[in-house]
């Protein structure tokens, strides 16, 4: 069963653990998740199993919305909640208009500094083994967007929000520095990422219902195939003539095809189809060859 489980993650199971979990329930051959939830956090983690972990990498792209809550006043050493306070204020006194002014001046474009108690990957291994023995690893910043940060509540010395940005946005380091702009401190309280994309929360199942899911009359919601997972992707059908090239991971000129529109030229990514709708492949569009190439093909 090639498929994408969309699944509202429990506090307190790691990612990793989580794909064994869901790997055993539909007796997959392969599993993997498209972006690590901290044992901490809850919320949406997609699982693609067998054929459509090929599919992975589409899915990390996508924008990712977060319910946060910050306590403010606290440094800790990993940002958030688990770790050791380095830093105390005296007093915390803000107001909403201060925190909404200081959440604007975090919206767009910036670089953010990976936190060392992270998956991210140093030599092959997870910066938090490294943090875990104390060693301080150079880390790069990186290009985010925030796209928009949502004061909800204020109850200090906790703040509510939500906030909807690219991938690999950390929330900790989020609060850590908003922490650090309103010079008082700050650290991660509780995360919940409420969508992936188009994959939200109110759609996704929990792991009580994944345990008693019947693999042979599965639900309408949060299971979904290869196809209707890449439902946001626009999709071209073949023609008959062109079956055995696409299959072959054979690229195709767009002079072939009958029905190759501009807004094609526009996406980075294609579902290609089969005349009968048979999902075939994952191609793009190259605008120098004027070709579309095909990246991930699953016709046989």
């Known amino acids: ?107 767009g474009e910036t670089l953010q500094k990976p936190p060392m108690f992270s998956a991210l990957k140093h030599k092959g ?60 401190g700050a650290h991660l309280f509780e995360l919940e990422r409420t969508a992936v994309g188009p994959f939200t929360i109110l759609n996704s199942l929990n792991m009580e219902e994944l345990d008693t899911v019947n693999v042979n009359k599965l639900p309408n919601r949060g299971i979904d195939t290869m196809d209707s997972a890449l439902s946001w992707m626009p999709e071209l059908k073949i023609k008959e003539s062109l079956l055995h090239a696409v299959k072959n991971g054979v690229p195709i000129k767009i002079n072939d095809f009958t029905n190759f529109s501009d807004t094609l030229k526009t996406d980075s990514s294609i579902k290609i189809k089969s005349p009968d709708g048979e999902f075939l492949a994952v191609g793009r569009f190259v605008s120098d060859k004027k070709i579309v190439k095909m990246d991930v093909v699953f016709g046989t």
Do not use: W
């Open 1 to 107: 069963m090639d498929l994408i489980i969309s699944l509202n993650k429990p506090k307190g199971l790691s990612s990793h653990k989580t794909v064994t979990k869901i790997k055993k329930i539909f007796k997959a051959h392969k599993a993997g998740h498209t972006g690590t939830l901290d044992p901490t956090a809850t919320g949406v983690l997609l699982v693609c199993l067998n054929k459509a972990t090929r599919l992975a990498s589409y899915f990390t792209s996508l924008d990712k919305e977060y319910k946060v809550v910050m306590k403010l006043g606290e440094t800790t050493d990993t940002q958030d909640a688990e770790g050791t306070v380095i830093k105390k204020a005296d007093r915390i006194n803000i107001d909403r208009n201060m925190l909404k002014h200081t959440f604007k001046s975090f919206e």
């Open 125 to 184: 291994k997870p910066l938090y083994k490294y943090a875990k023995k104390g060693l301080e690893i150079p880390i790069e910043p990186r290009k985010v967007s925030i796209h928009h940060i949502e004061l909800l509540t204020v109850d200090p010395p906790f703040v509510s929000f939500k906030a909807l940005c690219s991938k690999g946005t950390y929330m900790r380091t989020l609060c850590n520095d908003i922490g650090e702009k309103l010079g008082i």
